[in-house]
């Protein structure tokens, strides 16, 4: 009786790591996907503070493929949550991008004070994701949970 109860907990926790383990390495697409956006975050920021319209449109151009990556990634996994932080982060890119269109015409601080708005809820989109979804490894390197 014993006996089947621990070779039933064991078979449970060997089915459940390998669950785990099946969906955790990222692909290269996607880690490559995750350093773009890393360099885009920190350069809108730059960028925003110089007026730097083209530079701005260069990083919205870097964006969106990196973007579609993580939406097709989460939409195949079917994580509705993760989908939704994803499609925030594109939504708030489309939105710098308009922004970038109106600087374009000659100083507009509404335009600037939008895309500041926007980058921060571009880099929060960072932060929800991270927080649900990557998991750190003691080794310091990072696999999706
Ligand atoms: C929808 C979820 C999601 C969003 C949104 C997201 N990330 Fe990630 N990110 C992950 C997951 C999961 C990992 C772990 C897998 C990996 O390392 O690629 C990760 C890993 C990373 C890494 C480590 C890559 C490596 O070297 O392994 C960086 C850097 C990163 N993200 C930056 C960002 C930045 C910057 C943003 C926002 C602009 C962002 N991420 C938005 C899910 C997300």
Redo the contacts with the bound molecule.
């Keep these: 009786m014993r006996l089947w109860l621990v070779l039933g907990f064991a078979a449970c926790a060997a089915t459940w790591a390998l669950a785990v383990r099946a969906d955790e390495k990222?692909s290269a697409e996607?880690?490559r996907a995750?350093?773009t956006?890393?360099s885009?975050?920190r350069e809108l920021p730059r960028s925003l503070a110089a007026e730097d319209a083209k530079g701005l449109d260069a990083l919205v151009i870097q964006a969106r493929p990196a973007l579609a990556t993580?939406e097709q990634y989460?939409t195949a996994r079917d994580v509705e949550d993760?989908l939704a932080?994803?499609q925030r982060?594109s939504k708030a890119i489309a939105e710098i991008s308009v922004a970038v269109h109106l600087m374009a015409d000659g100083p507009n601080p509404i335009a600037v004070e939008g895309a500041q708005d926007s980058i921060k809820t571009?880099?929060a989109?960072?932060v929800a994701?991270?927080a649900a979804?990557?998991l750190t490894l003691p080794d310091g390197?990072?696999?999706?949970?």
């Design positions: 990222p996607y880690v995750m350093r956006l890393d885009v975050s993580l989460w993760a932080i994803a982060a571009f880099q989109s960072c994701c991270h979804y990557r390197s990072f696999t999706i949970r």
